[in-house]
């Protein structure tokens, strides 16, 4: 079964490789010289239960019990609603995104808004949202980062973090939150409003030379695994995913939302979500953008799979994930880890147990025992429109000649001499 494997080789002065799973001694992280920080084989653990498909994946040297990763927003805003996703049972937690000041940050309500196409809950296929990033106090937030390690020392806890455009900035909010001994590091690159305005999120996104210089700044200082979030708002996302790669990034995360005006109220004639009579464009997520989430992630995976495939890199798929069989579109694509959000606003932190259900149902129907025996398989059936084209015109020519009948007297059969004759009868 064809399968991506990246296969990381950045080992500089180093005669073995160095695990940074979450047994890692996180005291000892801060001795690393940050060139020696490496990215392990991205691999599925070989013990493979007898009934049931093993949905546990290794990523950048971080082993989880299953691809299932709450992805950064409100479902990681605290100690509360993260520790309850490592109790349902989540593969990863990746906290709300924080930054140095979050005095800065002020949200508005109401701040999301969604998209139906009727009037029960379920009819609900889109769902945009003008909330920032997280507004509580950093050393909060790294509190409760540090608790959760200290409870769960063997479940996996991404920081998502976005600074603004300062060197000193980024190496001091790095510094600190990998003290409190976060396993890896999300980089916001993608948060399309609201922070952009201060050259934070989106605007490093969608800037590769900006890009650049900043993933240099935090791979120099990084001393864990770095993941890059990329934004869908641009017009080939494959750009940034290289920059980032290039300059030090472990993984890819994609996509974050797609920039979007919800809709405006026919009544009032003022768009939503209204406040104060006014609104801003938003990011839009849910069910809907599944379709663009796996073009994007498509696209990465066959750019790190031509370009990179010596690297142990690894890619994240986000967008539009409600149910296990979502997630294995994701996976066939190349995706090594599946973050859900809005699905877990929509259904609450329970889901992952549906979710894992039904991607063993899919594995079993296709004889799959671990994720890595099909992540991937689906890229070697994307090709162009002109070699469409092309396979088309040979089919259509094969078929010709098959309904012509034998070519010569050498390819009669004798089991399927009846239907070879009739082949070759005109009325």
Same mark, same amino acid.
């Given at each position: 079964m064809a399968s991506m494997s990246f296969a990381l080789t950045r080992i500089s002065g180093l005669a073995s490789k160095t695990s940074l799973s979450a047994d890692f001694d996180h005291s000892s992280r801060r001795s690393f010289l940050p060139p020696n920080r490496v990215g392990l084989k991205i691999s599925s653990s070989s013990t493979n239960a007898e009934s049931e498909p093993d949905l546990s994946v290794t990523v950048n040297g971080l082993k989880m019990p299953n691809p299932f990763v709450i992805g950064s927003g409100p479902p990681g805003t605290n100690y509360t609603v993260m520790k309850r996703a490592f109790d349902e049972g989540w593969g990863g937690v990746i906290a709300k995104t924080v930054s140095l000041d979050a005095s800065k940050v002020i949200n508005v309500t109401p701040r999301y808004a969604r998209l139906r196409t009727g009037s029960a809950k379920t009819d609900v296929i889109g769902w945009q949202n003008i909330e920032l990033i997280s507004d509580r106090p950093l050393e909060t937030m790294l509190k409760e980062f540090k608790q959760l390690k200290q409870e769960y020392p063997d479940r996996i806890l991404i920081a998502s973090i976005m600074e603004e455009y300062s060197k000193t900035g980024w190496e001091e909010l790095i510094d600190r939150v990998?003290?409190?001994?976060?396993?890896?590091?999300?980089?916001?690159?993608?948060?399309?409003?609201?922070?952009?305005?201060?050259?934070?999120?989106?605007?490093?996104?969608?800037?590769?030379?900006?890009?650049?210089?900043?993933?240099?700044?935090?791979?120099? *200082?990084?001393?864990?695994?770095?993941?890059?979030?990329? !934004?869908?708002?641009? !017009?080939?996302?494959?750009?940034?995913?290289?920059?980032?790669?290039?300059?030090?990034?472990?993984? /890819?995360?994609? /996509?974050?939302?797609?920039?979007?005006?919800?809709?405006?109220?026919? #009544?009032?004639?003022?768009?939503?979500?209204?406040?104060?009579?006014?609104?801003?464009?938003?990011?839009?997520?849910? #069910?809907?953008?599944?379709?663009?989430?796996?073009?994007?992630?498509?696209?990465?995976?066959?750019?790190? #799979?031509?370009?990179?495939?010596?690297?142990?890199?690894?890619?994240?798929? /986000?967008?539009?994930?409600?149910?296990?069989?979502?997630?294995?579109?994701?996976?066939?694509?190349?995706?090594?880890?599946?973050?859900?959000? !809005?699905?877990?606003?929509?259904?609450?932190?329970?889901?992952?147990?549906?979710?894992?259900? $039904?991607?063993?149902?899919?594995? *079993?129907?296709?004889?799959?025992?671990?994720?890595?025996?099909?992540?991937?398989?689906?890229?070697?059936?994307?090709?162009?429109?002109?070699?469409?084209?092309?396979?088309?015109? $040979?089919?259509? $020519?094969?078929?010709?000649? =098959?309904?012509?009948?034998?070519?010569?007297?050498?390819?009669?059969?004798?089991?399927?001499?009846? #239907? =070879?004759?009739?082949?070759?009868?005109?009325?």
């Open positions: 990998e003290q409190t001994g976060v396993d890896a590091l999300e980089i916001n690159f993608s948060c399309p409003h609201g922070m952009p305005e201060r050259r934070m999120g989106a605007a490093v996104g969608q800037d590769c030379v900006l890009l650049e210089e900043v993933c240099g700044w935090v791979n120099a *200082k990084a001393t864990v695994p770095v993941w890059a979030k990329m !934004t869908p708002n641009i !017009t080939d996302i494959t750009e940034p995913a290289r920059v980032s790669l290039k300059s030090g990034c472990e993984g /890819i995360a994609a /996509i974050n939302t797609i920039m979007s005006v919800m809709g405006i109220d026919l #009544k009032t004639l003022h768009p939503e979500p209204c406040v104060e009579g006014y609104s801003t464009p938003g990011g839009y997520s849910y #069910k809907a953008v599944r379709p663009i989430a796996l073009a994007k992630v498509m696209n990465i995976a066959k750019m790190m #799979k031509d370009e990179f495939s010596e690297k142990d890199y690894s890619l994240s798929g /986000i967008g539009g994930v409600e149910t296990g069989y979502d997630a294995a579109e994701f996976i066939l694509l190349g995706s090594n880890t599946v973050q859900v959000c !809005t699905g877990v606003m929509v259904h609450g932190y329970g889901h992952v147990k549906t979710l894992c259900a $039904e991607l063993q149902d899919f594995m *079993k129907q296709h004889n799959f025992s671990t994720i890595e025996d099909f992540r991937g398989h689906s890229l070697q059936y994307f090709t162009t429109h002109t070699d469409l084209v092309r396979r088309q015109k $040979e089919a259509t $020519e094969q078929r010709k000649a =098959e309904r012509r009948g034998l070519k010569s007297d050498k390819d009669w059969t004798g089991d399927g001499f009846v #239907k =070879e004759t009739e082949s070759m009868v005109s009325n």
